[in-house]
């Protein structure tokens, strides 16, 4: 009798740790909360491609030209960059790995909204190995067609290798689009080419197929093709202290949503299948923050709390009919 207890215990436990087949065996790619009490202000997020697992992210401004590489299994920093050659960083906000293996760094922030002529875009290769050291990272100069702006998102296209960025206001910003190539010693002029709402971060899927771009209370996908954004729907986000960064794991399979603070966390959120960007169980276009934002976040929380709670309790349920049954056998 003690194995079907054992059994009915493990399964209990199995129900518990909430493991999904999407997830990486060793535990890779799931919610974590990042430790290294250095990083207080993760303003950015890219999946690695060279390290699975690993999740790249910096500090917004007053930090220095840092870039972090965080364990998801264990939300420890594996490896410092300090990046040389560069000015010194102003407000950096984004972070995105582009199809050539390199990394980009976007100092692209004004809180004073356009008080700054010009920002910066940092670049460097991905890292081989994982570990501390320094690198020479490239410099470009970057204005906007239509006069300095604020901004926290910058994204590179993982088949073109084009940048985007999208700008930050009240009103809703822009989507603009850098030259087809940066290059050093001249300014990139990235000009407006669609309008999106407000916006914190944003991603592109491992295919290119779609562009995902959150805000403080909500998160929207995007079709994209030929440079320009297409229908777009409502995507789960959850609800977090101070919503900063989005990414997709490596693999496509899914979302993950970081955000600010000491000990910050990073949430996963499941792709649909049948869709390239974590689509809304209603897939609707509503984005008001009780629909895509904080209300789909909760949602979806409530949902997996009581499925949860019901499993339990048939576990807790089975061990005590095993119970009964030995004392009466």
Known sequence: MRSYL???????LLLLSGAAPAVADDGADRSFTIEDPRITE?????????????YWTHNDSDDGPYVY????????TVATVTMKGVGEPRDVEAISLG?????????????????????WIYRFPEPKQ???MTVRATQYDVKYADGPRNAE??????????????????EGGGLYEGPAKLTTGATNVFRRVDEVPWVTDGAFSPDGKELVLRSYFSARAYAFENGRLGADHAVQAPFQRQAESVTYTADGSALMFGSEGKRSGV?????????????????????????A?????AGGDMKGTTLTGVLVLAGIGLLVFMARRRKSG
């Open 6 to 12: 054992t059994a009915s215990g493990a399964a209990v």
């Open 42 to 54: 993760s303003s950015g997020l890219a999946a690695s491609r060279a390290h699975p697992g690993i």
């Open 69 to 76: 590489a965080v364990d998801s299994r264990t939300g420890k």
């Open 99 to 119: 199809p050539d293996g390199d990394l980009y760094v976007g100092d692209i922030g004004d809180n004073l909204n356009g008080s700054w002529d010009h920002v």
């Open 130 to 132: 994982l570990k501390d």
């Open 153 to 170: 998102a910058l994204m590179v296209h993982p088949k073109t290798g084009r940048v985007y960025i999208a700008s930050k206001n009240e």
């Open 267 to 291: 949430e996963r959120v499941d792709i649909e299948r049948g869709g390239s960007g974590g689509r809304s169980p209603s897939g609707g276009g509503d984005s008001s923050p009780s629909s």
């Open 293 to 297: 934002g904080a209300g789909s976040g």
